[in-house]
């Protein structure tokens, strides 16, 4: 969009037309804000429309109706007048020449920060679209942190544009519909604004896939015809039997979205004319103890579907959603779904962190969608701190928007609402970074599992921990928390950090070693300069740089000689010499720069060579590996490293076995190899016919002396013509 000069501020004057969408807005403000407030909201405008001078939208219509219809947006809402005006200013400073600090001097310093924590980031250069929207996304989430007033006028910027998605090409349609539905209609969710969430999911849908929400609606409008009358008499019963039992209230029919059948259509694999809950019913009474009250009249008009109750009352939902849910079966043999919730959870379900509103610093939030909202943007903002990367952040921000939660106790009776599928090594962490760190197992219902273990709702979950115990790359596949999946990287990163600096040193001191010199010989003035000539700040950027393949250890020794000029070092070792100096040795356990090659799969024991991959580190193979020859080539990028004496941990080996093929024979070689102290990771049939088939088993063992003590057990077994270790 092409940046309109402003005019000055005090050119603007306050007298002039207001057009009657302004008018509208005034009215609707002036229901709940002091005349006064009313005036700096037509102020805003009146700036606003000198700023946008002469810029349009896709539409034709003059800009400024944009801002406007967000502002209204938020007045159906109730918000505060600094809101509203944020709103209607809220794309000045990246479309127009009004600067911030006139606007904190006309408006106040809060109404700056708002509409610059919903300002884009499009004026700084990122190298692809996704990494611009994922810090544009950032950048909006801390200033949610700040201040939950940000992401109202988010959301309520998305809607209407949403609203009048019309005009923008197709491509541009399906980006922005599918943004929609994968962030903001959750984000909106999450806050517990459900009415905003439904018209978002709605209209994301129709852009995203329209003949789909053409066809689904067509449906719906049948099936409600159908069964209009059915519904008006399940109503009256409804209202009926709480009449009878004295509960103050009133039942209503819902409709449920398309996007919300399509969900359930796609989720659960089946038809249209499967679903048999098209429709729903509430009932709005006046206490939480008269819900319960009407959750026993309705038990007794119709019979509940055993299983199908939940109480969010007890247990509010994460978005601080309160309400009965419970099944029936229906007079005319369908199940009938029935929400019961006062008014006040009424106002929260549908409006979320926005109902009620009534922001003031001090008080701290009015209801329990805007605490659990804080709660959850705090978490996100110490997710963020410790997450460089924009686009790893955003992951994290979408696994968090799980809709379906699981509600779990400690043995202390707390609760904690984590996402669907959860293990309890996100519990761990949701407890505490400390607890998940060092976990080593759960006990769930008092029963002993493992962490890797899914949760259901209503579990008590007590997590065992051990000072000894650390994270393993291995946990990143078995969480589905944003906070359990940055805490276990934070660690495997500073564990990568440190092996890398050890592991570096070692190779420089042993290039070093062989011209003749070592490290710590060097003076500190040349280690400076050459850290300052490769732009590095410490010492151990260079040693890790090293272990990581980034650098080479023999040219850096070089390059260090050189500059400590003619005559230092000793005399340089000849190829041979170098050959055979002592090589570096390695444990195992440097499993931050060290992998294993899954060609060879190398075991302890066996003769290695290292070779250097750029940004990975040192990957291990066997000597007689088949790509040694190639790796030769790049002689730089190899390592002389051995097995240390002592080596822990297990380590993967593949065995090919051929059997007799009959019935019972895999059991048998199954039982030996356990029999032998070896956990099986896989097993699969390489070949097979009438008489023989060939089995491959990938297992772990300690080392080349534990798979060979393997390999005797399974050819004593008797079913076995031939067991070699794979690949030969």
């Known amino acids: 969009m092409e940046v309109i000069p402003v005019k000055k501020l005090t050119d603007v004057l306050d007298d002039g037309p207001v057009p009657p969408y302004v008018q509208a807005l005034e009215e609707r403000v002036g229901t709940y804000l002091p005349h006064d407030q009313v005036l700096r909201i037509r102020r805003a405008f009146l700036i606003g429309a000198a700023a946008h001078e002469g810029q349009t939208r896709k539409s034709g219509e003059p800009y400024i109706t944009h801002p406007v219809a967000v502002a209204h947006v938020l007045a159906e809402l109730g918000l505060d007048a600094e809101t509203i005006i944020a709103a209607i200013l809220h794309d000045t400073l990246e479309d127009t020449r009004l600067a911030r600090d006139e606007l904190a001097g006309e408006f106040g310093e809060t109404v700056a920060e708002l509409v610059d924590g919903v300002t884009k980031l499009d004026k700084m250069r990122f190298s692809s679209r996704q990494e611009a929207d994922a810090e544009s996304f950032r950048k909006m989430l801390l200033a949610m942190a700040r201040d939950l007033r940000v992401i109202l006028i988010k959301l309520s910027d998305r809607l209407h544009n949403m609203r009048t998605l019309g005009a923008k090409d197709a491509p541009s349609r399906r980006r922005i519909a599918r943004e929609t539905l994968e962030i903001y209609a959750p984000i909106a969710q999450r806050l517990g604004m459900n009415k905003f969430k439904a018209e978002l999911q709605d209209l994301g849908f129709k852009a995203l896939y329209p003949d789909r929400h053409r066809i689904i609606g067509e449906r719906i409008r049948a099936a409600i015809g159908n069964r209009r009358e059915a519904m008006a008499k399940i109503e009256m019963a409804l209202e009926g039997r709480l009449a009878a039992e004295k509960i103050p209230g009133r039942a209503v029919s819902r409709i449920k979205s398309a996007w919300s059948i399509y969900s359930k259509m796609r989720g659960d694999h089946k038809s249209f004319a499967q679903l048999m809950d098209v429709y729903g019913f509430r009932v709005i009474t006046d206490s939480a103890m008269h819900c319960y009250m009407a959750l026993g009249a309705v038990h007794g008009l119709y019979k509940p579907v055993d299983g199908r109750f939940k109480d969010f009352i007890a247990i509010p939902k994460g978005n601080g959603y309160q309400s009965l849910h419970t099944v029936l079966l229906g007079p005319f043999g369908a199940p009938i779904e029935i929400q019961i919730r006062t008014s006040e959870m009424e106002s929260v379900a549908e409006r979320g962190v926005a109902a009620h509103w009534a922001y003031k610093t001090d008080s701290g939030p009015s209801n329990s969608a805007q605490a659990r909202a804080r709660e959850w943007l705090s978490a996100l903002a110490d997710s963020q701190a410790n997450t460089p990367s924009a686009s790893e952040f955003l992951e994290n921000v979408k696994i968090d928007l799980f809709p379906d939660e699981v509600y779990l106790f400690t043995p202390r009776g707390e609760i904690f609402s984590l996402p669907r599928n959860a293990t309890a090594l996100d519990f761990a962490y949701a407890v505490h970074t400390d607890v998940g760190d060092h976990a080593v197992a759960a006990r769930v219902d008092k ?211 051929e059997v007799l093929n009959r019935p019972g024979v895999l059991a048998t070689v199954a039982a030996a190899i356990a029999d032998a102290g070896s956990n099986i990771e896989n097993v699969e049939y390489i070949e097979r016919d009438s008489t023989a088939a060939t089995l491959l088993f990938a297992i772990e063992v300690k080392g080349r002396k534990h798979l060979a003590d393997v390999m005797r057990r399974v050819r004593r077994t008797g079913v076995v013509s031939g067991v070699y270790r794979h690949p030969l």
Not at 574 to 594: F, M
Not at 631 to 643: D, L, M, S
């Open 447 to 657: 029963k002993l599992v493992p962490l890797r273990t899914r949760l259901v709702s209503g579990q008590q979950v007590e997590i065992i921990t051990a000072p000894s115990a650390v994270p393993n790359p291995a946990w990143l596949e078995a969480v589905v928390t944003g906070k359990a999946r940055t805490a276990i990287r934070q660690y495997l990163k500073h564990l990568q950090h440190e092996d890398a600096v050890d592991f570096g040193h070692r190779m420089l001191d042993r290039a070093l070693d062989a011209r003749g010199m070592s490290l710590d010989a060097v003076p500190a003035a040349t280690l400076d300069r050459f850290l300052e000539d490769a732009k590095l700040k410490r010492l151990e950027e260079l040693l890790s740089e090293i272990a990581l393949g980034n650098r080479f250890a023999d040219q850096v020794a070089v390059q260090l000689l050189g500059l400590l000029g003619p005559g230092a070092g000793g005399p340089q070792a000849s190829p041979e010499q170098q050959h055979s100096a002592e090589k570096i040795r390695i444990s195992g356990a440097e499993r931050g720069v060290l992998s294993f090659g899954n060609c060879c799969h190398p075991l302890p024991g066996d003769e290695i060579i290292g070779f250097l991959s750029s940004g990975k580190g040192i990957v291990v193979h066997r000597v007689e590996c088949p790509n040694v020859p190639e790796f030769r080539k790049t002689p730089e990028r190899i390592v002389a490293i051995e097995w240390d004496r002592d080596v822990a941990g297990d380590y993967r080996a593949e065995l090919r076995i």
